[in-house]
């Protein structure tokens, strides 16, 4: 995910227009998810966002856009990706590029 931060002194409360996209690379009966990850201004604590799922199997991809805005501001974004069985999840990796 490559984030583009508005400019100014209240870039950090302002929306983040936000773009995920995942694909299921591997035929293993399991679906994929994803969901956005932001830190606040001033803060370490990981704020979790909706998972969105992939369950049409290997090769198809799911694309959204949306927006996030938080009221202490957003310092950090970051995505997770995962893969679940049912409502188990079974591996996960964070990029907070």
Request: glycine fraction near 10%; aromatic fraction near 10%; charge should be negative.
């Amino acid at each position: 995910m490559g984030t583009k931060r508005p400019s100014g002194d209240h870039w950090p409360y302002a929306e983040f227009k936000v773009a995920l996209s995942v694909t299921d690379t591997v035929a293993d009966d399991h679906h994929v998810r994803v969901r956005f990850l932001h830190k606040p201004v001033g803060s370490q604590q990981v704020f979790t966002w909706s998972w969105h799922s992939l369950t049409s199997g290997k090769g198809d991809t799911l694309t959204l856009s949306t927006t996030a805005q938080a009221e202490g501001g957003i310092a950090e974004t970051g995505v997770e990706v995962a893969r679940f069985e049912g409502n188990r999840k079974l591996n996960s990796c964070t990029d907070w590029t």
